[in-house]
């Protein structure tokens, strides 16, 4: 099996919203494990992942679309997969740094610290209202409450290959990876901007390694 890593940096803060929240205390929640820590479910990054290698694919021309476009469904496979049709990458979820999560579970464990503190050491709680066009006031019920993810953490998540996956494949990743600006609810009013990164099992980075080869036709597929 081959390893690579998304790290994916907060330059905002987030919501990786789980769609309910606390009653009376938020409207949206964000998802957390079972010690307090927030997380970015794997199946929603693959998505946002295949969503941006779409759009850049969809400006190609015909034949390199096409070729393209296969290739993206190898790597993230098709709706209604069967056997010989899902994706070739699994998408880990993307977490806080290990050695972190795991010293403070130890802490959680023993009850030095709670799930709730771990939580709120990591987030904040921001509030919003809309506003009437015509008063300048602000929409009687309109308060809504959610919790965000602070800036400046940075997460990763695993991916996983069953065989070493091909240059092109790599570089429709990296090309994504490069794409992926922004995650999590809110993400189109302002919050969830990130930067993503692609490394390799060791940890060095390789984004722009593979970056060139997207778009061409490579002479042993023409």
């Given at each position: 099996m081959t390893i690579y890593q998304l790290k994916i940096k907060l330059l905002s803060d987030t919501?990786?919203?789980?769609?309910?929240?606390?009653?009376?205390?938020?409207?949206?929640?964000?998802?957390?494990?079972?010690?307090?820590?927030?997380?970015?479910?794997?199946?929603?990054?693959?998505?946002?992942?295949?969503?941006?290698?779409d759009n850049l694919i969809a400006v190609l021309q015909n034949d390199s679309r096409v070729y393209w476009e296969n290739l993206a469904c190898t790597l993230f496979g098709t709706p209604g997969s069967i056997l010989g049709t899902t994706a070739a990458m699994?998408?880990?979820?993307?977490?806080?740094?290990?050695?972190?999560?795991?010293?403070v579970a130890w802490q959680v464990q023993d009850k030095t610290l709670t799930k709730e503190e771990v939580l709120e050491s990591l987030t904040t709680i921001r509030r919003q209202t809309a506003i009437d066009s015509q008063t300048g006031t602000a929409d009687e019920g309109s308060l809504r409450?959610?919790?965000?993810?602070?800036?400046?953490?940075?997460?990763?998540?695993?991916?996983?290959f069953e065989t070493q996956p091909s240059d092109e494949m790599l570089s429709i990743l990296a090309v994504g990876i490069l794409a992926l600006r922004r995650v999590g609810s809110g993400r189109n009013r302002g919050r969830g901007h990130v930067r993503c990164t692609l490394h390799n099992n060791a940890g060095e980075e390789m984004t722009q390694q593979y970056v060139n080869l997207f778009g061409k036709i490579p002479e042993k597929a023409a």
């Open positions: 919501t990786f919203g789980r769609g309910d929240g606390v009653a009376g205390l938020i409207d949206q929640e964000v998802e957390h494990d079972s010690c307090g820590f927030p997380y970015l479910r794997g199946r929603t990054l693959k998505g946002l992942l295949s969503e941006e290698c699994h998408v880990g979820d993307a977490c806080l740094p290990d050695d972190l999560r795991e010293a409450s959610f919790r965000v993810v602070i800036r400046q953490l940075e997460f990763k998540a695993d991916l996983l």
